[in-house]
């Protein structure tokens, strides 16, 4: 049972370039998000599901996409990178069953030059 | 909207002594709250939950709905709590967990 992994684990971009950080989860767990975590603002919602298809905006969504097609499944795009979003980006998945605790990824470290 | 608000960026106690990290929150519904705990090096770990009223490594966490606050307590420090921990809001409405800006606890021996 490997929970939720994230990958990379690593990643250099420079600006303008797009990539895609990869979420899965193995818990058919209904609920996935995804945060950013910088250095004096905690963990910032960028966007969440509550399902398969269903998707919506969490605190700072600029600049980033979601799309859910499965339950399993989570990625995060950076359609035109900038230097803004250098961060550490975790994933995590939720469900009712277990009073909404939710198990987290181990996070990707994006630098963007 | 919902917010999660830990006043103190850092708390450093010694070995054995007291400890309360705060949090209020502001939610005009009906709130559940937690506690995440991050060692270093590690990845964020659920700690509690209000729901549950729940004692998990000596700490303890009382929903205060008059003051909106859900504070963590911990009546002995030890070395090994030294971690950062977040304090979360679900709101019910919508499903989100929004999390606070984090509290350093730094046990000193």
């Known amino acids: 049972n490997a929970g939720v992994t994230q990958t990379p684990k690593f990643q250099v971009l420079k600006t303008g370039q797009s990539m895609t950080l990869q979420c899965a989860q193995d818990?058919?767990?209904?609920?996935m998000s995804w945060y950013r975590q910088d250095p004096g603002m905690g963990l910032r919602l960028i966007h969440y599901s509550v399902g398969a298809g269903i998707t919506d905006q969490g605190e700072v969504p600029n600049g980033y996409n979601v799309s859910r097609s499965t339950t399993e499944d989570f990625p995060l795009r950076l359609l035109s990178a900038a230097p803004s979003q250098t961060s550490v980006y975790f994933c995590?998945?939720?469900?009712?069953?277990?009073?909404?605790?939710?198990?987290f990824g181990s996070g990707t470290r994006l630098t963007v030059v | 909207a919902q917010r999660v608000t830990q006043p103190e960026k850092l708390l450093s106690v010694f070995k054995g002594a007291p400890v309360e990290l705060k949090c209020n929150y502001s939610?005009?519904?009906?709130?559940?709250l937690f506690w995440y705990v991050q060692y270093s090096r590690q990845r964020l770990q659920l700690l509690l939950r209000h729901i549950s009223r729940e004692s998990i490594k000596g700490f303890t966490a009382d929903l205060n709905k008059g003051e909106t606050s859900f504070h963590l307590k911990k009546p002995f420090a030890q070395e090994e709590d030294s971690a950062m921990y977040y304090c979360?809001?679900?709101?019910?409405?919508?499903?989100?967990?929004?999390f606070g800006q984090g509290t350093t606890l730094q046990v000193k021996p």
């Open positions: 939610y005009s519904g009906s709130p559940e």
């Open positions: 979360a809001l679900r709101a019910s409405n919508t499903g989100k967990l929004i």
């Open positions: 818990m058919n767990h209904e609920y």
């Open positions: 995590a998945s939720g469900t009712a069953r277990w009073n909404y605790g939710y198990t």
